[in-house]
């Protein structure tokens, strides 16, 4: 049987392509290789949306260069732009640039190769039936946040139909996923640009009534879109989980301004308190990018101070990288020094593991519900409502199972727990 191997890094919105394009290989007769070398055709799946992400995808291709053996490496994700001809010049070993949207240029070229078994259409395929899936329900992006490469490389949003979201929860759901992830790079915007009233409000009120449903997910939200709809709508349907992916980038005014971000400090400050006030209990994630153009000591202070006093479940950290073609990189400087980026971003994540550990130390002796996803060394794992990682031992297989975990153990990144029975 002929075998792939498959190889992702980036957001989830890769993780959710990498899904779709492995279903489609699965239903063309191959089975998953965990090495490349095992494999008769190699995909990469990339991000560009900083320099150290683009660099390990390039460092990954130019390491098969000489391991390509006889079989196929195809490229995939973010890295895959309008310009084919350029990939091809600098990266002749590689056989297929396909976009990650486009599936079916895959499937064109497996077919004129005679590697699939045809007649398998892409646009068919579900994601697999895991306990969780993610499903994309708007590609692209509007928004052109200065420091981003993402609109330049996803293109402009586009939201995918109600009813066709609607069938395909309902086909997972039936073939027994008990969570959706809702995916968009800003998901909040849509069916914005669909007839009638669609909006991210109404699908949840059609998704909260699938049968066999237990949770929904959304992300990644944007703070300037986020309506009081969405929020009434959480903090109403049942299966919408209180979870809030909401990124703030930067604390303060100026720099917020120059990232496009369209929305003030103090605007975010009051959006989380109305989050909080309706979804009592609600998890709040957040980005943050240190060392922007211009970044003052006292304006990282600012941003400092927010996350301080926000008080976020999950902070993701990032040092600013300049992406070509982006505003930021070609009007502003790179102008803060490196080792003052990584003290930033050091900074941030010392003060984020005191407030993970204070927030999840609140849940010791609590007993939670948890989804059951899988085993990691020796121990199964799932999700809180609240997305905390959870781990448990148990001689039973409760995968896809919702089970009470008495929390004996809490850390900064994850929790650990006893099965109440
Ligand atoms: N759409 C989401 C939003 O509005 O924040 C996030 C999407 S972006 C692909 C994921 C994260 O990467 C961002 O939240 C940001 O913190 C980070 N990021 C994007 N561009 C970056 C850059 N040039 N340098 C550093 N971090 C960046
Ligand atoms: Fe990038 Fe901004 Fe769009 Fe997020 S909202 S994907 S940060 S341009």
Request: glycine share 10%; aromatic share 6%; hydrophobic share 40%.
């Amino acid at each position: 049987m002929p075998r792939y191997h498959i190889w992702t890094i980036g957001c989830q919105m890769n993780k959710a392509d990498s899904d779709g394009i492995a279903a489609y290989l699965e239903q063309a007769g191959y089975t998953r290789s965990v090495s490349a070398d095992g494999a008769d055709i190699v995909l990469l799946n990339s991000c560009v949306v900083r320099q150290s992400a683009e660099g390990k995808v390039v460092h990954k291709l130019e390491s098969l260069r000489s391991r390509r053996g006889g079989r196929v490496l195809a490229l995939t994700g973010c890295m895959v732009d309008s310009d084919i001809e350029g990939l091809q010049q600098r990266f002749p070993h590689v056989d297929l640039f396909f976009p990650p949207q486009d599936l079916s240029a895959l499937s064109r070229f497996m077919e004129g190769r005679g590697l699939a078994s045809g007649g398998v259409d892409p646009r068919s395929l579900a994601a697999k039936p895991a306990t969780s899936a993610f499903v994309n329900i708007i590609q692209g992006c509007d928004n052109f946040c200065s420091y981003c490469i993402v609109p330049y490389r996803r293109g402009r949003e586009r939201s995918r139909p109600v009813d066709e979201v609607v069938d395909e929860v309902e086909g997972l759901a039936s073939r027994g996923t008990k969570e959706v992830i809702l995916l968009g790079q800003n998901v909040d915007s849509y069916g914005h640009d669909l007839d009638g009233d669609a909006s991210l409000a109404a699908l949840l009120h059609q998704l909260n009534a699938v049968e066999g449903l237990e949770r929904i997910r959304f992300l990644t939200s944007h703070p300037k879109d986020m309506s009081d709809e969405l929020i009434e709508a959480m903090a109403r349907l049942d299966r919408v989980c209180e979870h809030v992916s909401l990124p703030v980038q930067a604390g303060d005014d100026g720099i917020l301004e120059a990232m496009r971000r369209g929305y003030t400090a103090g605007q975010y400050v009051r959006l989380v308190e109305r989050i909080r006030r309706a979804i009592p209990h609600v998890a709040l994630s957040t980005d943050v990018i240190v060392g922007f153009p211009g970044e003052s000591g006292e304006q990282f202070q600012r941003t400092f101070d927010l996350l301080r006093e926000s008080r976020f479940d999950t902070v993701h950290v990032a040092c600013y990288s300049p992406r070509p073609g982006t505003i930021a990189s070609r009007k502003l400087a790179d102008d803060v020094p490196d080792a003052e980026k990584v003290r930033r971003r050091k900074a941030v994540e010392a003060l984020q593991e005191g407030i993970a550990a204070e927030i999840n130390g609140r849940l010791m002796g609590q007993r939670i519900e948890v989804l059951v996803e899988g085993r990691k060394k020796g121990k199964w794992w799932g999700r809180t409502r609240t997305d905390k990682l959870v781990f448990f031992e148990d001689s039973v297989d409760r995968r896809g199972q919702m089970v009470d975990v008495e929390i004996t153990h809490a850390g900064p990144w994850s929790l650990r727990g006893e099965v109440v029975v």
